[in-house]
């Protein structure tokens, strides 16, 4: 990791509950178009063989679970079967448990949830079918990207999004190693879009891209300076 857990632990003081992001949504919506229980209730439907691909989801670098509190509203429809909270910040868990408990429309769906305090990279991924990560890819270091992505099943639905330049003559905080800056005491591993796709092409098919600002994907923070460049990744492990 780039920034020491004590760090994140802070941030997570701070920030106890957030609405979910944009790009939950962004997920949920393609979820829903690919494995809905609906679809593959059809036998004649592309996808009916697929119907059970969505057993495990990790919301990988959950931290305050602002986006599995979304996923858990949608665990019956999407036959979710668990859900697992993952961050390396005891703080951000204990968030994400008092959150998913209280806001949850699903009370039960909960019950299928485990939250798991861990370095992920250290994290089994075996029985992993969708694996989802926000503001994740750029906060772990080059070394960690590839050990992460190289522990993921084949098949495994994978869904990210990340900080990217818009190009690389971008300047964003100071640079302290090439690829990595310092902003307002957080360092970031962030690359252009062409870089990062390579970099992401080597362990998965990519299904579906987009790209945008951080304004015009989630909530605003209050007294956020920057609106960095987003890049949206939807890709099948291979």
């Not at 390579?198 to 209050?222: H, N, P, R, V």
Request: glycine fraction near 4%.
């Amino acid at each position: 990791m780039l920034n020491t857990t004590e760090s994140w632990n802070t941030f997570y003081e701070s920030h106890p509950h957030m609405q979910p992001s944009t790009f939950s949504y962004w997920v949920l919506g393609n979820l829903y178009q690919t494995f809905s229980r609906k679809l593959a209730s059809d036998e004649t439907n592309p996808y009916y063989k697929d119907k059970f691909k969505l057993a495990n989801l990790v919301d990988v670098g959950c931290g305050n679970g602002r986006d599995s509190l979304l996923f858990t509203n949608h665990m019956h429809d999407l036959d979710i079967r668990s859900l697992t909270c993952l961050d390396s910040s005891s703080e951000a868990i204990e968030a994400t448990k008092v959150n998913l408990n209280a806001f949850s429309r699903e009370k039960h769906a909960v019950e299928h949830c485990s939250f798991v305090v861990e370095d992920v990279c250290k994290f089994d991924f075996s029985s992993t079918d969708v694996c989802y990560c926000r503001f994740f890819l750029h906060a772990i270091s080059e070394d960690d990207f590839h050990a992460f992505l190289g522990s993921l099943n084949h098949g495994t639905t994978f869904f990210a999004e990340t900080r990217v330049l818009e190009s690389s003559f971008d300047i964003l905080g100071n640079k302290v190693v090439p690829g990595v800056y310092e902003y307002e005491n957080h360092k970031r591993r962030i690359l252009t879009v062409d870089v990062l796709l390579a970099e992401l092409e080597k362990y998965m098919f990519i299904c579906q891209t987009e790209t945008g600002t951080y304004s015009s994907s989630s909530t605003i923070i209050e007294g956020r300076k920057d609106n960095p460049n987003l890049l949206r990744v939807y890709g099948i492990v291979k």
